[in-house]
């Protein structure tokens, strides 16, 4: 299925992601830091299996970087952008970009996950995540402590924008890699693909991804 939510993510990424989220298993979870508008979330929801649970953390702000005057950076989206525009839009009547998100991603799945509105710092972790897809904040300390954050012996952290080209994500990928080896985890990128994975020495998704 063509996913037509706006935002940023190329297609093999999506697929990547959609891929990761199939091999959950069965009443595990699934947690996303950062959705904007719902495109990697979209992918996250409609290939898990039904069992799995999937919570998104999204302050939803709109901030500089993310404004409502999306008409001067909507050619650097992927997906509808006249879905963006309208997402943009309602947006800006309830100042929050949660009215886009829950448009562009449908009352249906809006209403089978588990949404909540604040930092990642601010978010009360009483749980695990058998798979955590960060992309939140890009700098440096707030990538390390989502990670510090989330990460468990054995689940699977998974990020976005660690392609070489992005220099401004320098913090990032310092980040991921200071990680890799406070945590002995495998740091895996692959070709063609901006997105990073950590995976665990033990358990499950060593298993299932020691192709890689």
């Known amino acids: 299925m063509i996913n037509k939510i706006p935002g940023w993510m190329i297609t093999r990424d999506l697929d990547i992601l959609g891929k990761l989220s199939a091999l959950c298993p069965e009443n595990s979870s699934i947690l996303e830091i950062g959705s904007f508008l719902g495109r990697?979330?979209?992918?996250?929801?409609?290939?898990?299996?039904?069992?799995?649970?999937?919570?998104?953390?999204?302050?939803?702000e709109i901030s500089k970087d993310y404004n409502t005057d999306i008409e001067t950076y909507t050619y650097k989206l992927d997906g509808d952008l006249t879905l963006a525009l309208e997402a943009a839009q309602l947006s800006k009547q309830q100042n929050t970009w949660q009215a886009g998100f829950k448009k562009c991603i449908g009352e249906e799945i809006y209403s089978n996950i588990n949404v909540s509105v604040c930092k990642s710092t601010s978010y009360d972790k009483t749980t695990d995540f058998d798979l955590v897809?960060?992309?939140?904040?890009?700098?440096?300390?707030?990538?390390?402590?989502?990670?510090?954050?989330?990460?468990?012996?054995?689940?699977?952290?998974?990020?976005?924008?660690?392609?070489?080209?992005?220099?401004?994500?320098?913090?990032?990928?310092?980040?991921?890699?200071?990680?890799?080896?406070?945590?002995?985890?495998?740091?895996?990128?692959?070709?063609?693909?901006?997105?990073?994975?950590?995976?665990?020495n033990i358990g499950y998704w060593k298993e299932t991804l020691k192709v890689l």
């Open 40 to 60: 990697s979330t979209y992918s996250l929801y409609i290939n898990k299996k039904e069992s799995v649970s999937l919570t998104v953390i999204d302050a939803f």
């Open 133 to 200: 897809f960060i992309d939140g904040g890009h700098d440096r300390n707030t990538v390390l402590h989502d990670i510090s954050k989330f990460i468990t012996p054995t689940n699977l952290l998974v990020g976005d924008d660690f392609g070489h080209e992005f220099t401004r994500f320098q913090g990032l990928i310092e980040a991921v890699s200071a990680s890799k080896i406070k945590y002995n985890r495998t740091l895996v990128s692959l070709d063609n693909s901006r997105l990073w994975m950590l995976i665990p």
